[in-house]
């Protein structure tokens, strides 16, 4: 079974905390993805990486960064955490081709106080 | 630009009925994938089924059937003899195939409660 794992479930930070959210994927995927879902938003893309190293902004990439040192990693960075980041973060991971599924994490719930 | 729209902020439905949730999507891209997946208050999002832009049968997984209308760009979920689990966020998704990398882009989902 593929699996992508989120390091935290529920993370609570103070504003202007750097805050790292981190991704781990089992399936040697080449594509990794971090959306935010809010209530009546759905899910909005932040930033994806189709390889090691390579990023591509998504929808709304303002105030996020993100790393991918290696290939089963992905992580999402907040460099001065604000309350307005306050949301769910789903990370998620698949192969390239258009049919291919994409797999999630459980998602992290962020509290920024 | 793909665009999904989901019209349903919620619907209820008595269990053992069936239940349809409408995807309506927009695209330029004549070939390109469209998912759905169920999302229950747990949070984890499950892949339920998929349909091609080419497919030539409506795909079905279990009680799970997806009512394709290409020339309306609608792609409808089914689910028959809904269950008390069936209780979730639905979510449609597409992905075009002018790269294989692109994200899924999603709706806004609808949220479905199963009355007993």
């Known amino acids: 079974d593929v699996k992508v794992t989120q390091s935290s479930r529920y993370l609570v930070k103070r504003t202007g905390e750097k805050v790292f959210l981190e991704c781990v994927q089992d399936m040697d995927h080449e594509n990794m993805f971090w959306y935010r879902q809010d209530p009546g938003l759905g899910l909005r893309l932040i930033y994806f990486?189709?390889?090691?190293?390579?990023?591509e902004k998504g929808d709304i990439p303002e105030g996020y960064s993100v790393s991918r040192e290696k290939k089963e990693r992905f992580s999402l960075i907040l460099e001065s955490a604000s309350t307005n980041q306050t949301s769910m973060y789903l990370c998620?991971?698949?192969?390239?081709?258009?049919?291919?599924?994409?797999?999630f994490g459980a998602g992290t719930r962020l509290s920024v106080l | 630009a793909q665009k999904i729209t989901q019209t349903q902020p919620g619907m209820f439905v008595q269990e053992k009925e069936a239940v349809t949730l409408d995807c309506t999507y927009d695209t330029s891209d004549p070939s390109y994938g469209l998912f759905w997946y169920k999302q229950p208050s747990s949070g984890e999002m499950i892949f339920l089924i998929y349909?091609?832009?080419?497919?030539?049968q409506n795909a079905t997984e279990g009680r799970y059937s997806l009512n394709f209308q290409k020339a309306r760009k609608s792609a409808n979920l089914v689910i028959s003899a809904s269950q008390l689990g069936d209780s979730a966020m639905y979510f449609c998704a597409m992905r075009s195939a002018n790269s294989g990398n692109t994200p899924l882009v999603f709706g806004k989902g609808t949220r479905l409660s199963v009355i007993a």
């Open positions: 990486s189709y390889d090691v190293k390579m990023k």
């Open positions: 998620a991971s698949s192969l390239v081709g258009i049919a291919n599924i994409q797999y």
């Open positions: 349909q091609g832009s080419y497919d030539q």
